[in-house]
């Protein structure tokens, strides 16, 4: 396939922002998608050219683009460099210089999808010497094949920010459109920017979409979706979750009191120690370990400790368990806060003496795979019976502390147990529960001490003054809409002073510098990628943000290395907090 039908398609995905819109071009694009690409066009679409769960990286900075650009068009470094500050994009400067060079020259415009695709993961193949000008190279070598627009698409997939608005619920529905359009008889109305169905149609495709949704949430992986999305419904529902590919987790709702969790998971329940780390889904296959997180990020180089454990420690050949990281201090023998661990997540170095420094334990709480059988349908108390006798406890590796209970009052003082060796709160689960992967379901529910608080993403920021002129100091925050990030407030305060005491100023300025898009006098937009959680007081409706409401009295509490932009708290989430506010 020739690079520029997938460029065509980003330009008009990144040219709309209704979402209906999106789905009807890419669904019409899917539908020319060989079953041969397929892979390939859907991680470029999606920005990609490694599976997030992949380990291998690209490693392409700025400086590494500025040469390959220099390299291709024969503009010095310093040229390109002023024009990718005129257009605050190194995509468009790419576009720019590339139009200038090949004015006069005819493009070949040649270029497919699968010689992209190729350099941009060989790209990640150099180690040692040579490496950057081995990446510089096959770089450059596709933009001097390039127009000045597929360019722009090499650039900015190369540095992982394709900045075309596509989300995994319009990917879902496009593979809908594309495979069971004709099938339910709907047709996209453009003017109208909507589609029509019979209640009956309707019933229809909302369940071929549960089956996408289904099927994506055990592989994660849109290629085999698309795929046995062609094959038909009973296909999508067959997918099996495979060992060794992470799925999506199941996530929990959220209580203020120990009674409410109760009503919603019945009683007796599940009552658990909820521990202040971060969860890992632990993939086991006879010696192979692979770990990922809640993001689906493979992160086994960087936890050899707890890969070690893992194998010694999971007894059964082959077995997915889902556990939480947890910060443990030698000295006190207490729990840490997530923050002291939370460094480990994205080490590309000094790996071994990292892991010295900040020891964890891995609590396991759920079971998905034993030993080749889905355990998704088992209720929980089997799921908790088999995990039992799948590992091997220690004090490093154990199940969660847990009771089983229907007392309000026994609940309680295991809640006041829990925070007093240093935990969050409490999670309360339902025994007869299936684990569904990828929603948020009231199969268990966590209580916490601290209940106001959201993931938000950071898509503004604004240099300091004085003292602070070194640094961005004050953060415009965003939640989710669709494909879309809404502001919902700016954040300055919580940040702490030195580098010992959590997350400074400095560390947040230097997490977000990749991600500057553009700078007007001391404010700077930025891509949405830095996600962090922010505590508030309460939340209020507000013209001044895109979002309509405002957090009040927002502080920083954590950066959330663990959470995708599209992980953070949505609008509807926001608009449900906000009606449930005490005196609403
Ligand atoms: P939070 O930000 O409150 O940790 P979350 O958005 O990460 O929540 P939720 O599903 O809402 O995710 O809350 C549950 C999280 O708590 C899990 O993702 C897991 O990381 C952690 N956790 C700690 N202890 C347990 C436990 N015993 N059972 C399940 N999850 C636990």
Same mark, same amino acid.
């Given at each position: 396939?020739?690079?520029?039908?997938?460029?065509?398609?980003?330009?008009?995905?990144?040219?709309?922002?209704?979402?209906?819109?999106?789905?009807?071009?890419? +669904?019409?694009?899917? +539908?020319?998608?060989?079953?041969?690409?397929?892979?390939?066009?859907?991680?470029?679409?999606?920005?990609?050219?490694?599976?997030?769960?992949?380990?291998?990286?690209?490693?392409?900075?700025?400086?590494?683009?500025?040469?390959?650009?220099?390299?291709? @068009?024969?503009? +010095?470094? /310093?040229?390109?460099?002023?024009?990718?500050?005129?257009?605050?994009?190194?995509?468009?400067?790419?576009?720019?210089?590339?139009?200038?060079?090949?004015?006069?020259?005819?493009?070949?415009?040649?270029?497919?999808?699968?010689?992209?695709?190729?350099?941009?993961?060989?790209?990640?193949?150099?180690?040692?010497?040579?490496?950057?000008?081995?990446?510089?190279?096959?770089?450059?070598?596709?933009? @001097?094949?390039?127009?000045?627009?597929?360019?722009?698409?090499?650039?900015?997939?190369?540095?992982?920010?394709?900045?075309?608005?596509?989300?995994?619920?319009?990917?879902?529905?496009?593979?809908?459109?594309?495979?069971?359009?004709?099938?339910?008889?709907?047709?996209?109305?453009?003017?109208?920017?909507?589609?029509?169905? @019979?209640?009956?149609?309707?019933?229809?495709?909302?369940?071929?979409?549960?089956?996408?949704?289904?099927?994506? $949430?055990?592989?994660? #992986?849109?290629?085999?979706?698309?795929?046995?999305?062609?094959?038909?419904?009973?296909?999508?529902?067959?997918?099996?979750?495979?060992?060794?590919?992470?799925?999506?987790?199941?996530?929990?709702?959220?209580?203020?009191?120990?009674?409410?969790?109760?009503?919603?998971? #019945?009683?007796?329940?599940?009552?658990?120690?909820?521990?202040?780390?971060?969860?890992?889904?632990?993939?086991?296959?006879? /010696?192979?370990?692979?770990?990922?997180?809640?993001?689906?990020?493979?992160?086994?180089?960087?936890?050899? $400790?707890?890969?070690?454990?893992?194998?010694?420690?999971? +007894?059964?050949?082959?077995?997915?368990?889902?556990?939480?990281?947890?910060?443990?201090?030698?000295?006190?023998?207490?729990?840490?806060?997530? !923050?002291?661990?939370?460094?480990?997540?994205?080490?590309?170095?000094?790996?071994?003496?990292?892991?010295?420094?900040?020891?964890?334990?891995?609590?396991?709480?759920?079971?998905?795979?034993?030993?080749?059988? #889905?355990?998704?349908?088992?209720?929980?108390? #089997?799921?908790?019976?088999?995990?039992?006798?799948?590992?091997?406890?220690?004090?490093?590796?154990?199940?969660?502390?847990?009771?089983?209970?229907?007392?309000?009052?026994?609940?309680?003082?295991?809640?006041?147990?829990?925070?007093?060796?240093?935990?969050?709160?409490?999670?309360?689960?339902?025994?007869?529960?299936?684990?569904?992967?990828?929603?948020?379901?009231?199969?268990?529910?966590?209580?916490?001490?601290?209940?106001?608080?959201?993931?938000?993403?950071?898509?503004?920021?604004?240099?300091?003054?004085?003292?602070?002129?070194?640094?961005?100091?004050?953060?415009?925050?965003?939640?989710?809409?669709?494909? !879309?990030?809404?502001?919902?407030?700016?954040?300055?305060?919580?940040?702490?002073?030195?580098?010992?005491?959590?997350?400074?100023?400095?560390?947040?300025?230097?997490?977000?510098?990749?991600?500057?898009?553009?700078?007007?006098?001391?404010?700077?937009?930025?891509?949405?990628?830095?996600?962090?959680?922010?505590?508030?007081?309460?939340?209020?409706?507000?013209?001044?943000?895109?979002?309509?409401?405002?957090?009040?009295?927002?502080?920083?509490?954590?950066?959330?290395?663990?959470?995708?932009?599209?992980?953070?708290?949505?609008?509807?989430?926001?608009?449900?907090?906000?009606?449930?506010?005490?005196?609403?």
């Amino acid at each position: 396939m020739l690079y520029q039908s997938l460029v065509d398609v980003y330009v008009r995905l990144a040219g709309t922002s209704k979402r209906l819109e999106k789905t009807n071009v890419l +669904s019409g694009f899917l +539908s020319q998608v060989s079953e041969d690409d397929a892979e390939r066009v859907i991680l470029l679409l999606q920005g990609l050219v490694f599976p997030v769960w992949d380990e291998r990286r690209l490693g392409v900075a700025e400086k590494l683009v500025l040469r390959a650009i220099s390299k291709a @068009t024969g503009k +010095s470094a /310093e040229a390109v460099e002023q024009v990718w500050k005129t257009s605050g994009d190194l995509g468009d400067a790419a576009a720019a210089c590339v139009q200038a060079k090949t004015q006069a020259v005819l493009y070949s415009g040649e270029l497919s999808v699968g010689k992209v695709f190729a350099n941009l993961q060989q790209v990640a193949s150099f180690t040692g010497d040579g490496t950057v000008d081995n990446k510089v190279g096959l770089i450059a070598e596709l933009l @001097t094949s390039a127009t000045p627009v597929q360019a722009r698409y090499v650039i900015r997939t190369a540095l992982g920010d394709l900045r075309i608005g596509l989300g995994d619920g319009t990917m879902r529905d496009a593979t809908v459109w594309s495979c069971f359009a004709a099938r339910l008889g709907l047709t996209y109305d453009a003017s109208e920017n909507d589609f029509q169905l @019979t209640p009956e149609q309707r019933q229809q495709y909302d369940r071929v979409v549960d089956a996408v949704q289904f099927a994506y $949430d055990r592989t994660t #992986d849109f290629a085999s979706v698309l795929s046995a999305a062609r094959k038909g419904e009973d296909s999508l529902r067959s997918m099996k979750i495979v060992v060794g590919k992470p799925l999506k987790v199941m996530l929990y709702q959220k209580a203020s009191t120990i009674g409410e969790a109760f009503e919603v998971v #019945d009683r007796p329940a599940s009552v658990e120690y909820k521990y202040d780390g971060f969860r890992l889904q632990i993939h086991k296959k006879r /010696e192979e370990v692979f770990l990922f997180t809640r993001r689906l990020e493979n992160v086994t180089a960087q936890f050899p $400790d707890v890969a070690d454990r893992a194998r010694s420690c999971i +007894s059964a050949r082959e077995a997915i368990v889902e556990a939480e990281i947890v910060g443990f201090d030698l000295a006190t023998g207490k729990y840490l806060p997530f !923050q002291n661990i939370s460094v480990r997540i994205q080490r590309k170095y000094d790996i071994q003496e990292t892991a010295a420094k900040y020891p964890v334990h891995i609590v396991l709480f759920d079971l998905i795979v034993v030993e080749g059988r #889905d355990c998704t349908l088992l209720p929980y108390k #089997d799921r908790i019976e088999l995990l039992t006798h799948a590992v091997a406890q220690s004090r490093e590796f154990h199940l969660a502390e847990r009771i089983t209970t229907d007392d309000e009052q026994e609940a309680t003082q295991f809640y006041v147990k829990s925070l007093s060796v240093g935990n969050e709160g409490v999670m309360l689960k339902r025994l007869d529960s299936p684990y569904q992967p990828g929603s948020r379901v009231g199969f268990g529910v966590k209580v916490k001490a601290v209940m106001d608080a959201v993931d938000v993403v950071i898509v503004g920021a604004e240099w300091g003054e004085g003292k602070r002129s070194a640094w961005l100091s004050s953060f415009e925050i965003a939640c989710r809409h669709g494909d !879309q990030f809404l502001t919902i407030g700016r954040v300055g305060t919580g940040f702490k002073e030195k580098a010992e005491e959590g997350t400074t100023f400095a560390d947040l300025t230097e997490a977000l510098k990749p991600h500057v898009r553009a700078q007007k006098g001391r404010e700077v937009a930025v891509a949405p990628a830095v996600v962090i959680e922010v505590a508030y007081e309460e939340i209020q409706a507000s013209p001044s943000y895109s979002a309509e409401f405002a957090l009040r009295f927002p502080r920083f509490i954590r950066l959330r290395p663990d959470r995708r932009p599209e992980d953070v708290t949505t609008l509807d989430d926001i608009r449900e907090l906000y009606s449930h506010q005490r005196g609403k």
